[in-house]
């Protein structure tokens, strides 16, 4: 395992960063894309996820990986999700530890991330990351 520089790791983030979802081409762009992106969460002062999932299913498992992943200690209860099955947009708060869910009607699929830090090279929103990134 390689220690990234924080200015690795934004390049790494950056090249996930866009309007599509890219896919992880090998197990070593996964590995490098899951280091830098833990990374920033341990610099930035909090989070918010946003996961845009074809379902609540989906959304939910996607959400505890990238929390557990994180280094975060939440358990959600599925109960608390619908049981829709339909596009879901689910946003979770790292600093009040809270989320909210909404019908989605976009096309984008995958996991957002916007990290808030006093430290400018850690400030941004990325993704679309993968929902299986840490599966």
Do not use: W
Request: contains cysteine; negative net charge; proline residues 3%.
């Amino acid at each position: 395992m390689t220690d990234l520089t924080i200015s690795e790791a934004k390049k790494i983030l950056d090249s996930f960063s866009g309007t599509t979802t890219k896919q992880v081409q090998s197990e070593e762009e996964k590995t490098q894309l899951q280091q830098a992106l833990k990374l920033f969460s341990q610099e930035a002062d909090c989070e918010n996820l946003g996961i845009c999932a074809d379902d609540a299913t989906q959304g939910f498992v996607a959400l505890n990986h990238y929390l557990q992943a994180l280094g975060y200690n939440v358990e959600l209860n599925a109960a608390d999700f619908p049981d829709a099955p339909e596009p879901i947009y689910i946003k979770f708060n790292t600093q009040k530890m809270s989320h909210y869910f909404d019908r989605y009607i976009g096309d984008y699929r995958g996991v957002l991330i916007s990290c808030q830090s006093e430290d400018d090279r850690i400030n941004g929103t990325y993704g679309h990351l993968p929902l299986n990134l840490f599966e």
